[in-house]
């Protein structure tokens, strides 16, 4: 047992220590393996937009003034933000689907830089080898006298105190965070606001991750504890211009809608909860009323259904937006329902909009059929 | 992929495995309807609605390369368990003839040009052809089946995925050999099939979705001797042969058609009908046998016929394939296989329009695969390679194409050493692979664990003047990933994880003698007699291992 914890020892990992910026060959790496990763988000637009966020908030605290960052966005279900070593930031477009405004997407960045510049982890794994190195000897008596068997109630005990330590460094760099939030010209409370929102949007869509973002238990503990830090009178925010809203609203619908198009087939459960959300935000579109029937035409149980699904078609092909797709469901409907004149009207319709279509061979024997 | 935990605490694990659920992997009961597959709507919802069950065929086979029998012996498997749920079942043929009569109606769901699926034209034939086999059948609900390639968590001596658990070495071990070998202080991930149940309402509202696992398709190689796998593949022939493992897939993934949330929480952990991970695996079959990962054959007929047959060579210029080397790295590739193929006497004449001659070739012919089927039209190859050769305008004709090329590929990493297509390289340092622990003067790294990597081999391709390949082979040139080791202290353990990231395209094909080596490797077996061949590799067996 000696020899064996003496390698454990032996084999713990060099601290590392230094300035977040310095990061290596590894982060480099990492880097790229992203940029050319079938996840990353290629959009000029976005990658400007997000960069302008991250500058406003740069510009506003002289602590990240002076650092080399840079943001992109990754292709992710659920909401995740983090950032490497060498200061090359990422969100995700499931974090961006569910936040409900710049302000909040702004907290969410600073809730991810704070801990990495005050290098958190290095701490957390230093306090860890620290406890690991005082705790040796009792430990290991512990572990001899009781011939292996005190190891989970050691177990249990590192895990404890690690995460009373976790939970510690996370309400310091969150202090942090909320100050950055304030001098940017955000309403402080956009941080809890932002978890909060999570939290709600992933209860309402039946998801959960295991991470900081997308755990709805670790949203919700952390947002309690923003809202105490954030409960003094929040000042007049100064960055909420209707052209960054807009922008906002912009990036959040499409992925939120892209999304909900994705569960329509896997996960139909958070496809209303995802439309609500945006249609409130930005009224019905073309594409999401689509989504809203192709919903209501999976829900179809007898003839009402074949009516409210009909209806909910003729509604969203009055949007001059209304995907293609949308005349041709609408289409084999009236098909189905006999009413043959204006399945035929309407799946030329779709001809006419997707004349090169995959299925449009297949849609022009429907016609053949209805002449 | 296999990560390692520190050797000094094997023996404190060990002492602890019996009363210690840190250890341990014990699935944990799934309650919520959510967590139980049910996507859309409960239990009851679903039961009480679906009476009147439409199966849909399985694509024969399943996957690329599997038996196509299994695919209606997974059928008849699905219809039994659900027909004890009291569903009946109604054919589908109206819908597999609507399948036919739409997949011509697209001009076929195969790339004539690639023999590939077209998938979206694929997917929308599946689509109308539902819609009309609904319209004339009403079924109730649909099922469906999948078989999906997936990836099983291993730690010790067992694996564990969608649901079920299987030995990693492929053999059933007894209780008492397990207590007196002991457990592997090991864990990491390994491929696995399983299959997917998913039930939707007609209209495709999917209401249900579960895996159940099959059997592993890799297995640890627990005698793996020096530079041999750690790994052993289950050739697909032998994938789904196994009915008794094909009924514990299929109770897998319908426990929570058949008992409530209440039974399968009371029951996780202590009923085998419930808990499919109690199955004794003494009670099953032995798994199919693993074997090494082999290479195919380079020589499609035996070296002295095709030597014989050749004595005018095209060669083309290299296919890029998406890379993008230094613009002199082509000219040096051609110069140093010119170099090794003269011994052989040919007659290699340089074709720079080789590849847009063929591409003009098949342009005209329309592609050399059969649209509805993805079968490769033999005839149409012969005529493309006929016209091709004869647009290249050589007096004399040549009796072969050499085709050059670039290829991603994927190395397996032992320990930090990588190795693939008769290469070798350290994946953490890109340095030369040397058998042996780093003490001891050698590159491997037992942090790093197992697993892939990608990289970038060369490959040669010989076609005689009907297209019929000859020669085939391929040298591994780099890996294109740096592996990474990230150390996680979870007290007592301490875990190594394993991390990938892509080099800058900046950085290849910079290193002349790896270059030079990945020529000569994919050259070896037609350059070399099979006794020079023996003769090579035994004198690198008497030197240090040092590639």
């Known amino acids: 047992v000696v020899a064996a914890s003496a390698m454990l020892l032996a084999r713990s990992p060099a601290l590392p220590a230094g300035a977040p910026a310095g990061g290596g060959l590894s982060d480099e790496r990492l880097e790229a393996a992203y940029t050319s990763g079938g996840t990353f988000v290629h959009s000029t637009a976005l990658d400007a937009y997000l960069a302008e966020v991250l500058r406003q908030l740069q510009s506003a605290n002289p602590e990240l003034a002076s650092l080399s960052l840079r943001i992109h966005c990754l292709t992710d279900d659920l909401p995740y933000s983090f950032v490497l070593g060498n200061g090359a930031a990422y969100v995700t477009t499931g974090l961006l689907a569910r936040l409900d405004d710049q302000a909040q997407l702004s907290a969410t960045l600073a809730l991810t830089l704070a801990p990495w510049i005050r290098h958190d982890r290095d701490s957390l794994d230093a306090e860890g080898h620290r406890r690991l190195v005082r705790n040796f000897l009792p430990n290991l008596l512990l572990l001899t006298a009781t011939a292996g068997f005190g190891a989970p109630a050691l177990a249990k005990a590192d895990a404890k105190a690690r995460a009373n330590s976790e939970t510690q460094a996370q309400s310091a760099s969150d202090a942090v965070a909320v100050d950055w939030i304030a001098r940017a010209g955000y309403a402080p409370d956009a941080a809890a606001l932002a978890l909060t929102g999570l939290r709600d949007a992933l209860l309402s869509e039946q998801r959960a991750g295991q991470t900081e973002f997308s755990d709805p238990e670790l949203l919700k503990a952390r947002s309690e504890r923003l809202s105490r830090k954030s409960s003094e009178p929040a000042p007049i925010p100064t960055i909420s211009t209707n052209d960054s809203a807009a922008q906002f609203a912009r990036f959040s619908n499409h992925y939120a809608l892209a999304q909900a198009a994705a569960d329509l087939a896997k996960h139909p459960v958070s496809v209303l909860p995802i439309l609500e959300r945006t249609e409130k935000r930005q009224g019905e579109t073309g594409y999401s009323a689509y989504l809203r029937a192709e919903l209501t035409r999976r829900n179809i149980e007898g003839p009402p259904g074949v009516a409210a699904a009909i209806a909910a078609y003729e509604k969203c092909v009055t949007h001059t937006d209304a995907p293609a797709a949308a005349y041709r469901e609408l289409g084999l409907l009236y098909r189905r329902s006999g009413e043959l004149e204006r399945a035929r009207a309407t799946l030329l319709k779709y001809l006419d909009r997707a004349p090169t279509a995959d299925d449009a061979p297949i849609i022009r024997t429907y016609l053949d059929d209805l002449k | ?547």
């Open chain 2, 1 to 547: 992929m296999r990560t390692t935990s520190a050797r000094g605490i094997a023996v404190v694990a060990i002492l602890c495995a019996a009363s210690s659920p840190v250890w341990s992997v014990t699935p944990s009961p799934p309650l919520t309807p959510q967590q139980l597959g049910f996507t859309s709507g409960s239990r009851e919802d679903l039961l009480a609605r679906c009476k009147k069950v439409a199966l849909l065929p399985l694509d024969r086979p399943a996957l690329p390369g599997l038996d196509p029998e299994a695919s209606a012996r997974l059928e008849a498997a699905t219809r039994s368990a659900l027909g004890d749920l009291g569903m009946t079942f109604i054919s589908t043929d109206s819908y597999t003839r609507a399948v036919e009569r739409f997949s011509r109606a697209v001009g076929g769901v195969y790339d004539p040009y690639l023999g590939t699926q077209r998938r979206n034209a694929y997917q929308s034939v599946l689509a109308n052809a539902l819609r009309d086999f609904v319209s004339q059948e009403a079924p109730d609900c649909l099922a469906t089946l999948e078989v999906a390639l997936r990836t099983a968590n291993w730690r010790g001596n067992h694996a564990y995925w969608d649901f079920v658990e299987e030995s990693v070495y492929g053999e059933v071990q007894s209780a008492a050999a397990a207590f007196f070998f002991g457990s592997r202080n090991e864990s990491g991930t390994i491929g696995a099939l399983s299959l997917r149940l998913q039930i939707s309402n007609p209209e495709g509202k999917l209401l249900y979705s579960r895996f159940g696992g099959v059997q592993l398709t890799t297995y640890l190689n627990k005698h793996a001797g020096k530079g041999e796998s750690d790994f052993l593949g289950v050739a697909r022939t032998k994938w789904l042969q196994d009915d008794k493992r094909l009924g514990r897939a299929l109770t897998a993934a319908t426990v929570p058609l058949r008992y409530t949330p209440e039974q399968i929480s009371a029951g996780w952990g202590k009923d085998q009908v419930i808990d499919v991970t109690l199955v004794p695996l003494t009670s099953l079959p032995v798994p199919p046998a693993g074997g090494q990962f082999e290479r195919p054959a380079a020589l499609q007929m035996p070296r002295e016929e095709l030597l014989k047959s050749l004595h005018r060579v095209a060669l083309g210029p290299l296919l890029l394939n998406g890379f993008t080397p230094p613009t002199e790295y082509a000219s040096h590739v051609t110069a140093r296989v010119r170099e090794r193929l003269a011994p052989l006497n040919w007659d290699i004449v340089d074709a720079p329009s080789l590849n847009s001659a063929f591409e003009a070739a098949l342009k005209s012919t329309g592609g050399l695969y059969d649209p509805n089927t993805g079968v490769l039209d033999k005839e149409k190859q012969r005529a493309v390679f006929a016209s091709v050769t004869k647009s290249l305008g050589l007096t004399p004709p040549p009796d072969a194409i050499l085709v050059m090329a670039l290829a991603h590929t994927r190395a397996e990493q032992r320990s930090g050493n990588a190795r693939w297509d008769g290469t070798a390289q350290q994946a953490l340092t890109f340095g030369n692979v040397v058998d042996g622990p780093h003490m001891l003067g050698g590159s491997a790294d037992n942090t790093a664990g197992e697993g892939f990597v990608d990289a970038s081999s060369f490959e040669v391709i010989l076609r005689d003047s009907e297209g019929k390949v000859t020669y085939r082979a391929r040298g591994g040139i780099e890996l294109l990933q740096q592996l990474s080791i990230k150390t996680e202290i979870h007290y007592p353990r301490t875990e190594y994880k394993q991390q990938l990231a892509t080099r800058a395209p900046s950085e290849l094909f910079k290193d002349e003698s790896r270059n030079a080596a990945a020529i000569d490797a994919a050259l070896r077996e037609l350059v070399l007699s099979p006794a020079e061949i023996a003769a090579q590799d035994a004198a690198a067996r008497e030197k240090p291992s040092k590639h």
